[in-house]
């Protein structure tokens, strides 16, 4: 038998087990021995159930998701788009719950399990339904982070176009980083391009072509975001007011544009084209990360983003969603409940 743990000790080592955690950096985070780890390793590893105190592990376990950021209004968010979002969102969501739900799950797999989904969806700018760049190429990036006390980790991976579910990824880069066998992973928080997808293939993660991620509605906007480019540019050297009675309107000019026909949004008028995209805020484009986060009952964060970043960036752009403390942080702290104090009793005399 190993020397005793506390509970305390007991919770984290176990959940972390679960989580595919080195045995090196169980140790660094509970403060037990290799030999402690090593034992209740085996021990699940038979199917044995170890016991914790009633109190331990009793948190509520928490979920939060989003779809995505953007210019995204009412306006221009056709209703039957926005019933599409809503839909997915809530499935999305009803299954991670589902997961969390059961006593062995960790925050860690429900947030990559739900990113996932979101990835396969090409409602969303990740994965499928990643946006172009303005060569017309698709670079997807994702970041997973997990905090239980003053133990934390987290990893970011970018320029991926072949792995067809880069928060897969990412979580093994988290599991593997700091172990010296991590398959080529040690020491790193930050990976990109064909290196990162190499250390993909020899893990064994899905590799798919690049055709896999084109969507037409994508590609759609993408061109449109083009043709809108060049015509501003030409309006820049061109300009008139429509104020003053010409044919060219300022950008104060397109905001009222906007304001006045949006309510008229449809989702025919969003396919076809009638409104292109551009910086004016009018017609939504999808600019931004989707992203999870976890609370399990064991008191563990998680946080989980993927992204096709913004639409017709530049090739090779890394953007906040893969950079540690700017695109995604997991960081949970304990504040002692202040009773309210009691009015004090004039004294008797």
Same mark, same amino acid.
């Given at each position: ?99 969390? %739900? ?33 060569? %017309? ?16 980790? %987290? ?89 003053? %009675? ?104």
């Amino acid at each position: 038998m190993p020397p005793p743990i506390t509970d305390h000790q007991r919770l984290l080592l176990l959940s972390m087990i679960r989580q595919d955690f080195t045995n090196g950096e169980i140790v660094k985070a509970t403060g037990t021995s290799r030999r402690t780890v090593q034992y209740y390793r085996r021990q699940l590893e038979k199917g044995v159930e170890i016991n914790v105190s009633p109190n331990i592990g009793s948190i509520i376990p928490r979920i939060i998701l989003h779809g995505g950021a953007g210019n995204i209004s009412r306006d221009n968010l056709p209703p039957e788009r926005l019933d599409q979002y809503k839909t997915s969102l809530t499935n999305v969501l009803k299954e991670a719950r589902e997961m969390l %739900g059961k006593s062995h799950t960790t925050a860690l797999d429900v947030a990559v399990a739900a990113a996932t989904m979101l990835e396969d969806d090409p409602l969303f700018n990740c994965g499928k339904g990643a946006v172009f760049t303005r060569a %017309g190429t698709i670079e997807l990036e994702a970041s997973v982070m997990v905090s239980n006390g003053h133990w934390k980790r %987290g990893v970011g991976c970018s320029l991926l176009m072949h792995v067809k579910n880069p928060i897969k990824l990412a979580r093994e880069m988290l599991v593997r980083g700091e172990g010296a066998d991590g398959g080529g992973a040690y020491g790193h928080c930050q990976l990109s391009g064909q290196e990162l997808e190499d250390l993909a293939e020899d893990w064994n993660l899905d590799l798919v072509k690049e055709d896999y991620f084109w969507t037409k509605r994508r590609w759609d906007e993408h061109r449109r975001g083009l043709e809108k480019e060049a015509e501003e540019a030409k309006k820049t050297r061109e300009h008139r007011c429509r104020g003053q %009675g010409g044919r060219l309107w300022c950008g104060q000019c397109w905001r009222k544009n906007a304001r006045d026909e949006g309510a008229g949004t449809t989702e025919k008028d969003m396919d076809r084209g009638k409104y292109g995209p551009g910086w004016d805020g009018h017609e939504y484009l999808p600019q931004g990360t989707v992203g999870v986060v976890v609370l399990d009952r064991f008191g563990t964060i998680a946080v989980a983003t993927s992204t096709g970043g913004l639409t017709n960036k530049l090739p090779g752009r890394i953007g906040d969603t893969p950079s540690l403390g700017a695109g995604f942080w997991a960081e949970e702290w304990e504040e002692e409940e202040i009773q309210p104090s009691q009015p004090s009793q004039p004294s008797q005399h």
